[in-house]
């Protein structure tokens, strides 16, 4: 469920940010007028983000065990693929995000008016695909060996209205927070989540015989960490974790987090200019 909140929580204020810099930029140039399409794009956004939600849950029922697998962990690998270019990208273009927006806004403004819907519809759909996609892969990963699929679920719900609701808050000038840490922390944090719904994409592959090894355990401490268990059940809904991951799973998962961390890790520690709180709202 935690996994799931920071990934609503993280995705939903990347959006929320967008819309509040689009809106407020648009209020203060004084383009009211303009807004109506601003909302039309962001609610055509939402709507194919769900649509698409909608698609990954209940369109591979009608396919065949091993189908329903291979399609699940091809999916799961999509998602932590998006999700790691994602955390790169936001910690690096932060500063920029705000300048970036408004010139692309003054460009559609100035060119027809379905262009302003268009560049609506895209700043906000890209980080809704993302997250229907990223919760689906999460939720498909947490809910293994017959979990509860609600809890998730609710978490990624609860992190998307924190982000509505720091959104309207940053919109309102009430709120002022140091966003390059909180892309940091949560960064990392999503980087070992990233790396469980990596090694469950791994073992739906092996379920659907497309990779061998299914039954050679890495280890297994089900005996002492009862998946079932109130510590299992938490430690899955928080970093996937298996207590009985065969080798394929456990190379994976160590695969993908060693390298991309260190990475994360020294790309953060490389100096930059110093520079206050971004400016999410429009210069006057």
Do not use: C
């Not at 962001?42 to 091993?66: D, H, M, N, Q």
Request: glycine share 10%; net charge neutral.
């Amino acid at each position: 469920m935690l996994g799931n909140y920071l990934i609503g929580l993280r995705e939903g204020l990347e959006a929320s940010l967008v819309v509040v810099i689009l809106i407020a930029y648009l209020v203060k140039s004084d383009r009211r007028n303009l807004l109506p399409r601003i909302w039309a794009g962001i609610t055509f956004a939402i709507f194919v983000s769900l649509a698409f939600g909608a698609l990954l849950t209940y369109g591979p029922r009608k396919l065949t065990f091993e189908a329903q697998e291979a399609l699940g962990g091809g999916l799961s690998i999509i998602a932590v693929g998006f999700v790691t270019w994602m955390v790169f990208w936001m910690a690096g273009h932060a500063r920029s995000l705000s300048g970036e927006l408004r010139g692309k806004l003054d460009r559609a403004a100035e060119a027809s008016w379905i262009s302003l819907v268009v560049m609506a519809a895209l700043a906000v759909g890209r980080e809704g695909l993302e997250t229907a996609l990223f919760l689906w892969a999460a939720t498909e990963a947490a809910t293994q060996d017959g979990g509860s699929t609600t809890t998730p679920l609710v978490g990624g719900l609860l992190g998307l209205l924190t982000a509505v609701a720091l959104g309207f808050l940053f919109y309102k000038g009430v709120l002022s927070i140091n966003l390059g840490k909180f892309f940091k922390y949560t960064g990392i944090i999503l980087i070992v989540v990233a790396a469980g719904v990596l090694a469950y994409g791994v073992h739906d592959l092996q379920e659907a015989n497309i990779l061998s090894g299914l039954n050679d355990k890495a280890f297994d401490i089900s005996a002492t960490i009862d998946p079932n268990g109130w510590v299992g059940t938490l430690l899955k809904g928080t970093f996937n974790f298996q207590p009985d991951p065969t080798w394929f799973q456990a190379y994976a998962w160590l695969a993908y987090l060693v390298p991309v961390m260190t990475i994360f890790l020294l790309r953060q520690r490389t100096p930059r200019t110093p520079a206050p709180t971004p400016n999410l709202l429009p210069q006057s």
